[in-house]
C-alpha cells in the first residue's frame, strides 16, 4: 500500500508520519527531513536522518544562494542527496522492509534524479510506502500524485489527529488490500478519500479494520437476490449482519448501529464497513 500525504507546511504531516512509524509492527526503514535551528530559533537549514539515527544536512542557509537554491534562501547539497538520501532508501529496499518512509519528497529532494528514480522503485515494489510530497502541483510531483499505485491523502486540521489510527489499520490489512483487484483497490482509495473528506473518521478506519477482511476471509453471503434487492449477511466480528441493497435506488439499509446511528453511534451515523465489504465484493 502506497501512501503520500501532502498538505501546506504547519499542518503537521511529519508528526503524523512520526506517528505511524513508531507505532508500525513490522520491520521499517527510511528517512526524514528535520529543520535545524540556531541558537536564535532561526532555521538555517535541514538534515535528512535515517531509522538509525543517521543524519547529514542537504540544505543549507547562504547568503549567496546559487541558481538551484530553494526560494533563494537555501543551497541544495546534491552530493548528500545522491550519496546518503539514496543509498538508506535504497538499503531498506534491499532488505526487503515492510514499511519504508519518505519524508519528504520535496523540492530539495527533486533536485535528485537518483533520488527521484529511487522513489519510483519503491512505488513499484512490494513494501508499504508513507511519504509526504509537495503541496503544490509542482510538474515533476504530477507522476507520484497521480500514480496508479499512490493513494494522496490531503492532511488537514480537520483530520490530521485521527490519520494516524486510519494509516495504520490500513497498513496492517496490506496484504489483504494488495491481493483486491484494482477496481477494488481504486473503490477503497474513493472510500477513504470520501470519508476523510465529510469527517466520517470511524468508517475510515472500519473500512482496514473490518470491510476489507470480510471480502478477503469471505464473509459474506448473499441470502437473497431479485430484481430490485439483494440481502447479505455478514459474519462480523461481534455478531452476524443483514444488510439489503436496494438496487434501484443504489441504497443500502443495514440492521447495525453504526449505519442507523443508534447505542454507542447515537450522535453520528457513518457509513458501516458490511456496506462497504458488499460495495467491494460487488466488484470482484
Ligand atoms: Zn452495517
Known amino acids: 500500500m502506497k501512501i503520500l500525504l501532502t498538505a ?19 520491520s521499517k526503514g527510511g528517512i526524514v527531513a528535520r529543520e535545524i535551528l540556531n541558537e536564535s530559533g532561526e532555521r538555517t537549514g535541514f538534515t535528512a536522518v535515517d531509522q538509525n539515527g543517521a543524519a547529514r544536512q542537504f540544505m543549507h542557509r547562504t547568503e549567496s544562494p546559487d541558481a538551484a537554491s530553494i526560494g533563494g534562501l537555501f543551497n541544495v ?8 538520501v539514496v543509498p538508506a532508501l535504497s538499503l531498506c529496499r534491499s532488505q526487503n522492509l515492510q514499511l519504508i518512509y519518505v519524508d519528504e519528497i520535496g523540492r530539495a529532494q527533486a533536485r535528485s534524479a537518483a533520488f527521484l528514480e529511487l522513489v519510483r522503485v519503491l512505488l513499484s515494489a512490494d513494501n508499504s510506502l508513507l511519504g509526504s510530497i509537495v503541496f503544490e502541483d509542482e510538474p515533476w510531483s504530477l507522476e507520484f500524485k497521480q500514480h496508479a499505485e499512490v493513494i494522496l491523502l490531503p492532511v488537514t486540521l480537520a483530520n490530521r489527529s485521527f490519520l494516524p489510527d486510519i494509516l495504520l489499520a490500513a497498513y496492517k490489512e496490506a496484504d489483504a488490500f494488495a491481493a483486491l483487484n484494482t477496481r477494488q483497490k481504486q473503490a477503497v482509495s474513493a472510500f477513504l478519500k470520501h470519508f476523510l473528506d465529510c469527517g466520517q473518521f470511524m468508517a475510515a478506519r472500519k473500512l482496514f479494520t473490518n470491510a476489507i477482511g470480510y471480502v478477503s476471509e469471505q464473509k459474506i453471503e448473499i441470502t ?3 430484481a430490485a434487492l439483494k440481502s447479505f449477511r455478514i459474519s462480523g466480528q461481534s455478531r452476524a449482519h443483514e444488510l439489503v441493497w436496494h438496487r434501484d435506488t443504489d441504497s443500502f439499509v443495514c440492521d447495525c448501529d453504526l ?3 443508534r447505542g454507542e453511534f447515537a450522535d453520528a451515523p457513518e457509513v458501516c464497513s ?3 465489504s458488499v460495495q467491494l465484493l460487488e466488484l470482484a
Open 8 to 26: 501546506s507546511p504547519g499542518t503537521g504531516k511529519s508528526t503524523i508520519i512520526d506517528s505511524v512509524v513508531r507505532r508500525f509492527p513490522g
Open 77 to 84: 547539497d546534491l552530493d548528500a542527496l545522491d550519496n546518503f
Open 224 to 226: 437473497e437476490e431479485k
Open 259 to 261: 449505519s442507523n446511528g
Open 274 to 276: 458490511h456496506q462497504m
